[in-house]
């Protein structure tokens, strides 16, 4: 079968591989209907070194089971389901809690050889009881558009929000315009957020973010950008912050616009060792979470949101490739002249 | 009238200093009743600079309204009352939110020369009706002592357990075996923590943290007691973190004994730049909240529990001077032989 492998920073290939065949009793094998191109992905793509492991791509699907192993029980062949970011058991201490990405026996799609990624014809799904979600067929490619962000950028969008303790009536802000930070205007809308200001600087994304709720842009950056959401917030700044970029300097900003007791819901993977401790986040009270959304816990709340038209959170697709086109995909998200692309293997 | 003042680390003086007026129409003056030393006092006790302005002392006390200004109405003069670290107007933004120590208008006590340190006979209040909160009298001398420490380090622990979501039934840990740390498990053990593990060396707190409600004490320091408090969790780590020191050490131990989603509570005051931002806070979906607690706001919930006996954070005192014992006060605290110091002046 044919799959996507990154090795090297810019240097994403397609190339073939052995099938993806069910190697334990828990197993899964799925074939790939939609997948997607990420902006976590583009960290790699911009500083993997040299000499690495090829590393498989991909960690967001749909895909239709094609294969199960003896011990899975609640996923059948033929059924189509959303497969999240991370695998997980959903039996254990983590998973009970809420909290997937965190399993004791999970992990996440895209980064181990053994396991693979969804930038492919097909995927291994461990423990695919407790990980794959499934859903009814058949959809419109708008349906299937939204219903795939459910794997990572809707859930974490969701997940920004609810770390940053959005609440209806309060002032949040959201700091990027990549598919995240326009599913986390989404989220913030949708938990009842009276404003929503966006920081970002590209007019299409901007343009979607008004589209999705959000009331205010900031196109600022730094010192400026902090004045200016301050200017609109009778200077004492937001209730909440997400920050959906996971720079220093996103993390700077998001110190600097939250008002005193409130909080900084942060799902950017970070590329940042340090989070300033004071006196501002001290003496403000500022509480920071968040970290890799449990998505897998939330499609139950949000699945019913997408399939009744009430958000769209699909339309940050504005292009679609085969596998062939996945390397130019990399090209165009990395150069920002595509929000998230679609892979349709 | 006499009253506390640090000169430069190490150098606490009791000096003639003109007598505390009202100088505002919102202001009161207390006469103080009971004062004490703070832990936090001990940080400029240690690090003062040779030439800094005088400083005056004491942010905790119960004192007796004296003088009431034209536009206080809720404080009468004779009233009894806890006076909280920060001072705050009552009607504020932040102030209708709960957090006080955020007042718009507001401030702390023992920091500017315009209001004045509690270590002192008498003391001038801004904004008293907001500030002050009347109890009944008479008490006798252990329920003083509680009372008292609902100027600060009873609410702060309290502060503590709450930004470390401490929940019935959950681990909790506390790192600090200071007033505040103690203070921290009696807090996690009112909130229903089902395990509260104390972080502490010194044979007497630890045996008050036990009578407090500590289940486990963990004595030793840095990865020594992560390993230890991963071996009493089943190697998960605990729910909850209190951690009532400030310094970096204890901050990395709390980071280091954090269960996945689980939260810190930090209320020390930070002598720290930077949190650990990556991997493990991020990824392990961790946190981090606290800063100077409001205790102003807590008062109406713990005061039933301290005058119905239910709990008994007085206790921390175990050494009371009058003004003259000041500065041995301090020594005795900074040379760990004395827990908190009362005040009687």
Known sequence: MRATFMHNAGDVRIENTP?????????????VVRACICGSDLWP??????????????????????AIGPDVHR???????????????GSCLFCDEGLPTSCQHGGFFGHD????????????IPLADGTLYPIDAPHDDAM???????????????????????????????????????????AAKRLGAERVIMLGRHPSRLALARDFGATDIVSERGEAAIEQV???????????????????????TAIGIVRPGGAIGRVGVPHYENIT??????????????????????????????????IQPGRVFDHTVDLNGVPAGYRAMNERSSLKVMVRP
């Not at 099938?19 to 074939?31: C, E, S």
């Not at 301050?230 to 700077?252: I, N, W, Y």
């Open 19 to 31: 099938d993806a065949t069910l190697q334990k009793p828990t197993d899964a094998v799925i074939r």
């Open 45 to 66: 793509y911009n500083d993997m070194q040299a000499g690495s492991t090829p590393r498989p791509m991909g960690h967001e699907a749909i895909g239709r089971v094609e």
């Open 75 to 89: 996923i059948k062949v033929g059924d189509l389901v959303i497969m999240p970011f991370a695998y997980s058991d």
């Open 113 to 124: 050889p053994a396991v693979g990624g969804a930038q492919a014809e097909a995927l291994r």
């Open 144 to 186: 299937m558009a939204s219903l795939l962000t459910l794997s990572d950028v809707m859930g974490t969008g969701h997940h920004a929000a609810l770390c940053a303790h959005v609440r209806p009536g309060k002032v949040a802000a959201v700091i990027g315009d990549g598919a995240v930070g326009l599913c986390g205007v989404i």
């Open 230 to 252: 301050r200017a609109l917030t009778g200077g004492h700044g937001v209730h909440s912050v997400l920050e959906c970029v996971g720079a220093q300097s996103a993390m700077d």
């Open 277 to 310: 401790g004071s006196p501002k986040s001290f003496f403000d009270n500022i509480t920071i979470s968040g970290g890799p959304a449990p998505v897998r816990s939330y499609i139950d709340d949000l699945l019913p949101d997408v399939l009744e038209g009430r």
